[in-house]
C-alpha cells in the first residue's frame, strides 16, 4: 500500500520515508513544490546524494529553473508512479499537491501569460490587498491573506476564466490516491521545538552551500518566478546584491522559514484531519 507523509519544513519528514523505504522497500516521492527545482538542492534541504543512494527517489530536482509546472504537472507525474512496480512513499510539505492527490483536482484552464504578466506586475506593486478584494466572496473566505502565491493564482484564475477558484474547485475530479488506498500520516511538532530546528538548519544550510546556489542564480533571478520562492533565497539575493549584511539575511530567512512552517501546520490541520497523526522528533 503506498504511503504518504505530510509535516512542516524541518521536521524530519524525509528521514522517515528513508527508514520506511530502507526497512520495508519502496521509491520515494517528492510532493515538495521548492525540490522540484534543479537550481536548489541545500536551500530546500532536497535529499542527499548519500540519502538517495541508500532508496529510489524521483521527482527531486529534475527541472530547469524557467520551466513549466504546477500541481497538475506533478499529479501527472506521480500518476505514472503509482501504475509502477514499486511502492510509492509520497513525502512533502506542499499541502496543495497532497490535498490534491488525495482529494482531487479541478480541471483549470491554464492562465494566458498576460494575465500572469498582470498579476506578477500588481503584485510587485503592493496590490496584495486588493487583488484578494476582487476575489469572489467564496474564494476569498478560503484564501490565505499572508500568502502572496495564492491569492495570485485564485486572482489569475478568476481573470482569466471568469470563475471564482472556489467554484472552479467545486467540481473536482476524483482522487488520485483515495484515501482508503494509502497510509496517510501527517508529522506534528510542537512550535518551539520546530522553530529551534529551522533556526539551526538555515545556519547549516549556509556552511553547506546555500549561499553559493544562490549566487549561481544570480544572473537569471527573477522573484516572481516559481523556482525563487525557494524559502531564503529573496534574502540571500539580496545580501549578495549588497542589500542587506549576511547576518540579517539569515535572521529574515530563518523568521521566513518559521511563518513558512506555521501556514503549513494551518494547512495540515484545517485539511488532514482524518490523517495518522505521527510526532516529530
Known amino acids: 500500500m503506498p504511503v504518504v507523509i505530510a509535516g512542516p519544513t524541518a521536521s524530519g519528514k524525509s528521514a522517515l520515508a528513508l527508514k520506511i523505504a530502507e526497512r520495508q522497500g519502496g521509491v520515494i516521492v517528492n510532493a515538495d513544490a521548492l525540490q522540484v527545482w534543479g537550481?536548489?538542492?541545500?536551500?530546500?534541504?532536497?535529499?542527499?546524494?548519500?540519502?538517495?543512494?541508500?532508496?529510489?527517489?524521483?521527482?527531486?530536482?529534475?527541472?530547469?529553473?524557467?520551466?513549466?509546472?504546477?500541481?497538475?504537472?506533478?499529479?501527472?507525474?506521480?500518476?505514472?508512479?503509482?501504475?509502477?512496480?514499486e511502492r510509492p512513499i509520497i513525502v512533502g510539505g506542499t499541502g496543495l499537491y497532497l490535498s490534491a492527490l488525495t482529494e482531487g483536482l479541478a480541471e483549470i484552464p491554464p492562465v494566458p501569460a498576460e494575465v500572469r504578466a498582470e498579476a506578477d506586475a500588481r503584485l510587485a506593486a503592493d496590490e496584495m490587498a486588493a487583488m484578494l478584494a476582487?476575489?469572489?466572496?467564496?474564494?476569498?473566505?478560503?484564501?490565505?491573506?499572508?500568502?502572496?502565491?495564492?491569492?495570485?493564482?485564485?486572482?489569475?484564475?478568476?481573470?482569466?476564466?471568469?470563475?471564482?477558484?472556489?467554484?472552479?474547485?467545486?467540481a473536482t475530479g476524483p482522487a488520485l490516491l483515495a484515501p482508503g488506498n494509502a497510509r496517510l500520516l501527517v508529522l506534528e511538532a510542537g512550535r518551539d521545538w520546530l522553530a529551534e530546528r529551522i533556526d539551526r538548519r538555515f545556519r547549516a544550510m549556509l556552511a553547506q552551500g546555500a549561499l553559493e546556489e544562490a549566487r549561481a542564480v544570480l544572473p537569471d533571478w527573477s522573484p516572481a518566478a516559481p523556482w525563487a520562492k525557494a524559502i531564503g533565497a529573496p534574502e540571500l539575493v539580496a545580501h549578495l546584491r549588497g542589500e542587506m549584511a549576511l547576518e540579517e539575511a539569515v535572521t529574515a530567512a530563518q523568521a521566513?522559514?518559521?511563518?513558512?512552517?506555521?501556514?503549513?501546520?494551518?494547512?495540515?490541520?484545517?485539511?488532514?484531519?482524518?490523517?495518522?497523526?505521527?510526532?516529530?522528533g
Open 134 to 170: 476582487e476575489l469572489d466572496e467564496a474564494t476569498r473566505a478560503r484564501t490565505d491573506p499572508l500568502n502572496p502565491a495564492r491569492i495570485q493564482r485564485a486572482w489569475e484564475v478568476q481573470r482569466a476564466t471568469g470563475r471564482g477558484l472556489a467554484e472552479w474547485q467545486a
Open 256 to 280: 521566513a522559514s518559521r511563518q513558512y512552517a506555521k501556514r503549513q501546520r494551518t494547512w495540515f490541520r484545517a485539511r488532514m484531519r482524518g490523517w495518522e497523526t505521527v510526532a516529530a
Open 39 to 85: 537550481c536548489w538542492r541545500v536551500l530546500t534541504a532536497r535529499p542527499s546524494a548519500e540519502e538517495e543512494a541508500r532508496a529510489p527517489h524521483l521527482l527531486y530536482g529534475h527541472l530547469p529553473c524557467g520551466a513549466e509546472y504546477s500541481v497538475g504537472h506533478w499529479l501527472r507525474e506521480v500518476a505514472s508512479v503509482l501504475v509502477g512496480p
